[in-house]
């Protein structure tokens, strides 16, 4: 049985910063497919903000480059993100998860929709 369990989320200033944690259990990370943080604000369809492959290759989306990193710790079979320079409109449900199927790099919000795994979410909120 697969499981995603995100932890770190809350409530920070403009500017603040946050690491949230995804711990995955059952997952077996096969060579092409993908991990990745997603987040959903209310009102808006929910959108990829970072993944990383099993080869380690990580993408982060426009809007968060240069604030987000994407990590993973094998080891310790745990996802991470580490957002920093927070902004206002980070404030949402951020949501991790791990694709069923090979993603192309770029496309793991595809992949995980074709068949993925997904964690409850943690909420975000961001003050100005």
């Known amino acids: 049985q697969v499981q995603l369990v995100e932890s770190g989320g809350g409530s920070v200033q403009a500017g603040g910063s946050l690491r949230l944690s995804c711990a995955v259990s059952?997952?077996?990370?096969?060579?092409?497919?993908?991990m990745g943080w997603f987040r959903q604000a209310p009102g808006k369809e929910r959108e990829e903000v970072a993944s990383i492959y099993s080869d380690g290759y990580a993408s982060h989306a426009d809007s968060v480059k240069g604030r987000f990193t994407i990590s993973q710790d094998n080891a310790t079979n745990t996802l991470y993100l580490q957002m920093n320079s927070l902004k206002p409109e980070d404030a949402a449900m951020y949501y991790c998860?791990?694709?069923?199927?090979?993603?192309?790099?770029?496309?793991?919000?595809?992949?995980?929709?074709?068949?993925?795994?997904w964690g409850q979410g943690t909420q975000v909120t961001v003050s100005s």
């Open positions: 059952g997952y077996i990370y096969r060579r092409g497919s993908c």
């Open positions: 998860a791990a694709s069923r199927v090979i993603s192309v790099r770029g496309y793991c919000y595809t992949a995980v929709r074709i068949s993925g795994y």
